[in-house]
């Protein structure tokens, strides 16, 4: 069973930055996409950022030219760089890994509480 551990969430100031780490039990490789998703209290879980495969990525409205999704092959680590937080991005962050083949195999990490204060 593929383990997703997240760490990096905290309490930062609006403007603030943080960095979260997903480090995965097995070779990131073995993944077709990766990516960070985020849930606020009373709405739907939304994805942030996804990085596919070959290298390729995709963010969120709200999130480009402020947040940056990368990898660490070596490390069996995707990153999560979010800088200029505001209060709206106030959330719990899952890193979440797909296998795609014939069907969907869908992995989820446990959370990080990420709370923006203004």
């Known amino acids: 069973q593929v383990q997703l551990v997240e760490s990096g969430g905290g309490l930062v100031l609006a403007g603030g930055s943080l960095r979260l780490s997903c480090t995965a039990s097995e070779s990131i490789s073995s993944f077709t996409v990766m990516g960070w998703y985020r849930q606020a209290p009373g709405k739907q879980r939304e994805s942030v950022a996804i990085?596919?495969?070959?290298?390729?990525?995709n963010y969120r409205d709200s999130a480009k030219g402020r947040f940056t999704i990368s990898r660490d092959s070596a490390k069996n680590t995707v990153y999560l760089q979010m800088n200029s937080l505001r209060p709206e991005d106030t959330a719990v962050y899952y890193c979440?890994?797909?296998?795609?083949?014939?069907?969907?195999?869908?992995?989820w990490g446990q959370g990080t509480q990420v709370t923006v204060s203004s």
């Open positions: 979440n890994a797909d296998i795609v083949k014939s069907t969907l195999v869908r992995y």
């Open positions: 990085i596919s495969r070959p290298g390729s990525t």
